[in-house]
Every structure is written in structure tokens, then in C-alpha cells.
């Protein structure tokens, strides 16, 4: 079974410029989260999508949305780009949401390395 | 407010060693603690552990968790040049949000 997939993989822009982040999860995953992670800040959570609607979202501001569409592929966007904006952008995927007493875990695609110049 | 926190935060030791990673948290409603490897992109999962007292153990690795103390370690033995990495530990909660909330990881570089 292939694992999530990211792209870009790597993607060069410039300050004020907007950019679109795209995740494939797993086959048969529904629930979608996305993760920031810089040196300073290390792995910080962006928001969660399952079933095509957003059902968590982090400490992030406005210029910072996604959404998914029916066959569970998520998008996200970054507009007005900020130098701190540079980060390593992970996809993670699960079959459903993260709860209950199941064993269900997350699983973490390539990334996306985005430097904003 | 919600934190995890990982010691030491970096690492260096010989192959053949033996290692302790630790992590320790402060969450509402904890659900589950979970162990990534991350190398060069993606973290890779290691451990789920929700249970007090038991270990997870796969090869060289094995983990276990004390829900009292709220804390967790992850254990390696036998260091190997291919376990340099950073560790990742995650808390994750019974809100139901899909939300992990991460430590900031342990470099660990095993030299030859």
C-alpha cells in the first residue's frame, strides 16, 4: 500500500507570494492533519481535516487554511508568505480521527520543504 | 496548557551503547503517548503506548510508559550507526481532534 504523499516536495518562494500544499494519504484514510516544523518550534500542529470538513485548527493565523476534497486528498495554503514561514510542511494521515480506544496512529508523509526568500 | 517535553535534547554516543530518551507531559484528558523516528523527512512511528507499565518492545527498542508519573522512555540497546536520528515523542488526547502534541525531540547521533 502506497504511503501519504507529498507535493512539492521542495519549493522556493518570495515574501508576499502565496503557495498551495497538496497530500495524498493513504488509500482509505480519511482524516488528514497538517504539521509545521521549524528548528525553533519543532513540530507544531496546523488542523485537521476528516470528511472533508476542518474539525481542529492550531495556533496559526488566518493566512494559513486547507480543505480536502471527496477522495480524502488535502490542500493547504499559505498566502502573504512571511520569512517565518519557512518550515517543513508534514502530512499526516489516519484511517479516522484520533480517538476512542482505538489503535489507530498517524502516519507522516515526505514533507514539503518550503523557503521563503 | 498542554506540553511535552523530551531530555536530553541531544546525544552522542558510541555503537554498542545503550540509550534512555525520555519524555515527560502535562496534558487533559491523555489518550495515548507515541514514539516517531524522524531521519531525514518523514517521522516514522515507533510506539502507541496507552497503558501504564507495559512495554512495547520491537527489536533494539522498546518503550514504556508511567501514566502516575507522567512520563515515558524509550530505551535502545546495542546502538547501531543507523539509529542517529531524531526522536520524536507525541501525546495525543481524547478530544477527539486529530491534534498531536509533540516534544521537542532528541537528536541522537550513534558514532562508529
Known amino acids: 500500500k502506497a504511503g501519504v504523499t507529498q507535493t512539492p516536495r521542495y519549493l522556493i518562494k518570495t515574501r508576499g507570494q502565496q503557495v498551495t500544499l497538496s497530500c495524498s494519504p493513504i488509500s482509505g484514510h480519511r482524516s488528514v492533519s497538517w504539521y509545521q516544523q521549524t528548528p525553533g518550534q519543532g513540530l507544531q500542529f496546523l488542523f485537521e481535516y476528516f470528511s472533508e470538513t476542518q474539525r481542529n485548527k492550531g495556533n496559526f493565523p488566518g493566512r494559513f487554511s486547507g480543505r480536502q476534497f471527496s477522495n480524502s486528498r488535502s490542500e493547504m495554503n499559505v498566502s502573504t508568505l512571511e520569512l517565518g514561514d519557512s518550515a517543513l510542511y508534514l502530512c499526516?494521515?489516519?484511517?479516522?480521527?484520533?480517538?476512542?480506544?482505538?489503535?489507530?496512529?498517524?502516519?507522516f508523509g515526505p514533507g514539503t520543504r518550503l523557503l521563503v526568500l | 496548557e498542554d506540553k511535552v517535553v523530551q531530555s536530553p535534547l541531544s546525544l552522542v554516543v558510541h555503537e554498542g551503547d545503550t540509550v534512555t530518551l525520555n519524555c515527560s507531559y502535562e496534558v487533559t484528558n491523555f489518550r495515548s503517548l507515541l514514539w516517531y523516528k524522524q531521519e531525514k523527512k518523514a517521522p516514522t512511528f515507533l510506539f502507541m503506548l496507552t497503558s501504564s507499565g507495559i512495554e512495547k518492545k520491537s527489536g533494539r527498542l522498546s518503550s514504556i510508559l508511567d501514566k502516575k508519573e507522567l512520563f515515558s522512555i524509550l530505551n535502545i540497546t546495542a546502538t547501531q550507526t543507523g539509529d542517529s536520528a531524531v526522536y520524536l515523542c507525541a501525546v495525543d488526547r481524547s478530544s477527539n481532534t486529530g491534534k498531536l502534541i509533540f516534544g521537542q525531540g532528541t537528536t541522537l547521533q550513534v558514532k562508529p
Open positions: 499526516a494521515s489516519s484511517l479516522r480521527p484520533l480517538a476512542g480506544d482505538s489503535q489507530e496512529t498517524q502516519y
